[in-house]
């Protein structure tokens, strides 16, 4: 009985061995005979593999995500909440100059009843703040409060149901992405502009 089971275990591998041996030879064989293989077929099979990658659904959505189409969408809901400030300010009095200058710039609508973030220098002196809306729409500003280090301040209109813009969470922002900027430079109502983040964290 034992002599019976050594002899199965010595064909057992005996037989996996030999199979070894063929799948190495086949191997062998097949890289030295690559140059067989009809290049139309080779041709095909690498046209296969781009297409199941390139006509991916991954591979679909990262395109869709790298590049934007355009900012048609984004723009039309950006502008409404854009405004263009200008403002009187006060200049030290002499004989050659006059008591006020003209100071301008942009603003964004935060909430629907009239608040909104523009520049502290823009309004900085301000004896009055004349407000612009979208639709063309003019509202005396008040200063709520302003920061002349961070060149910021709140400003606020009387008015109800207006499009605002909500803050974001700039630290998600990546280097390479995507942004648009909407302003009024040389009182110009509403312009809009794209680019690329190019850097983070420069201050």
């Not at 964004?108 to 407000?131: F, P, Q, R, W």
């Amino acid at each position: 009985m034992k002599l019976n089971n050594h002899r199965f275990i010595s064909s057992i591998v005996i037989i996996n061995v030999f199979i070894t041996i063929l799948l190495i030879l086949g191997y062998h064989w097949i890289i030295n005979h690559d140059s067989n293989i009809d290049e139309s077929l080779r041709r095909r099979a690498v046209q296969v593999a781009e297409n199941d990658v390139l006509f991916s659904r991954r591979f679909l959505e990262l395109g869709k995500s790298a590049v934007p189409s355009d900012f048609i969408a984004a723009s039309e809901i950006s502008r409404k909440a854009v405004v263009f400030i200008k403002t009187d300010a006060k200049n030290a009095t002499s004989q050659n100059t006059s008591p006020f200058s003209l100071t301008s710039g942009s603003g964004v609508i935060l909430t629907s009843d009239g608040y909104i973030v523009t520049n502290y220098h823009v309004i900085k002196d301000a004896s009055k703040i004349e407000i612009t809306l979208n639709d063309n729409r003019v509202f005396n500003g008040k200063i709520i409060g302003s920061d002349a280090n961070t060149d910021l301040a709140l400003l606020k209109i009387t008015a109800e149901n207006l499009d605002f813009l909500t803050f974001a969470n700039s630290d998600s922002l990546q280097v390479g992405e995507w942004v648009m900027a909407v302003g009024n430079p040389f009182r110009l109502q509403s312009t809009v502009t794209a680019g690329i983040v190019s850097a983070k964290a420069r201050n």
